[in-house]
């Protein structure tokens, strides 16, 4: 009978049964340990299954996608003179012109007669768009002003015209190349303000179909033919701004106040917002409290949402400001 204690092939398997729990004693020795007997790999922890998970990416659509284009920005001038008003609130036309120049200077960062023949050119048929209310004109010595800015460049006489309630009928406003904009602020009884974006109504066919809610689609004439991107300057006159007032045809003196500047840009609907702001800050500091318009200026406004003529946001609106700044209010 074979000893099985001394058979060789039992004493092989004895041995290696033995290396077997040897090696695994060894192994529960050292912390975190993995056995591996051939293709039986030990399971790796949840930690590092996730540390070793690739991560997915997000698709490049989706992240272009999520970006929103940068917000719409403008810049206007905000000028000022104490000493632009004499007797009776009158404006005095060298202090006018003065101001004028630097407004537009700050506006282009240029000196005024570079400043100047960057906005028009000798070529130009040249339509200055003012207004004629009886109680609160746009000042004869500003209009000059621009006038002789536009000779300076070289435009000839014969294709400048000034002119407010005759633009349709006005030769040189038909076959115009370029347009100034140039009006005082006031209080209106049918669209809150009378705004530079309103002063285009005169071109229009149908006045009265421009009034409906609040005369809220007035950006729609600046996409009139006669109209359409000819704009170069708008100036908002705030000399003796009106703040209040009821009625188609209000006018009160005692409503009034010398402000002494002028508000210019190249984005009406930036200029309008910010002479809003300093209307509404008035009528703050004169009632005690904020006291809405009788009527909501929201033609502002929807001339940006809806025309895409400006930037209404004051926050995305920078304001410069040149000279006299006593009780700006903005």
């Known amino acids: 009978m074979t000893d099985k204690k001394n058979d060789p092939d039992n004493r092989e398997k004895n041995l290696s049964r033995r290396a077997f729990i040897s090696a695994a004693a060894g192994a529960a020795l050292v912390p975190g340990a993995v056995l591996a007997t ?55 036309a060298d202090v006018l012109a003065w101001m004028l120049d ?26 200055i768009k003012s207004n004629e209310w009886r109680f609160l004109a746009t000042p004869g010595g500003l209009e000059q002003a621009i006038k002789d800015r536009a000779l300076k460049v070289g435009i000839a006489e014969d294709s400048i015209s000034i002119s407010d309630r005759g633009v349709k009928g006005d030769p040189v406003f038909k076959k115009a190349t370029a ?10 009884h049918w669209s809150g303000v009378g705004s530079l974006i309103k ?45 209040h007032g009821k009625g188609p045809h209000h006018f009160q003196a005692d409503y009034t106040w010398p402000y002494r500047g002028l508000i210019v840009g190249t984005d009406p609907v930036a200029v309008d917002a910010t002479g809003v702001r300093i209307l509404k800050a008035k009528r703050k500091a004169f009632f005690g409290k904020d006291e809405p318009l009788a009527v909501s200026p929201k033609h502002i406004e929807v001339a940006d949402s809806k025309f895409g003529l400006g930037v209404s946001n004051p926050d995305a609106i920078t304001i410069k400001r040149m000279g006299w700044m006593k009780d700006a209010l903005v």
Not at 204 to 214: E, K, M, R
Request: glycine share 6%.
């Open 179 to 188: 347009l100034i904009n140039v009006r005082p602020l006031r209080t209106h």
């Open 102 to 127: 630097t407004a537009v200077g700050e506006l282009l960062s240029k000196e005024p007669d570079d400043a100047w023949n960057d906005l028009l050119r000798s070529n130009d048929v040249l339509g």
């Open 38 to 92: 051939g293709c039986n790999r030990a399971k790796p922890t949840p930690k590092q299954a996730l540390k070793d998970k690739p991560i997915a990416k997000a698709p490049k659509e989706k992240s272009q996608a999520q970006k929103k284009p940068p917000a719409k920005k403008a810049m206007v001038v905000l000028v000022r003179d104490e000493h632009v008003l004499g007797p009776g609130n009158e404006p005095k």
């Open 199 to 243: 002063n285009y109504i005169m071109f229009a066919d149908d006045l009265p179909s421009w009034h409906p809610d609040a005369c809220a689609d007035l950006g729609g004439l600046w996409h009139l033919p006669a109209v359409k991107g000819k704009t170069r300057l708008n100036i908002l006159v705030m000399l003796t701004p009106l703040f």
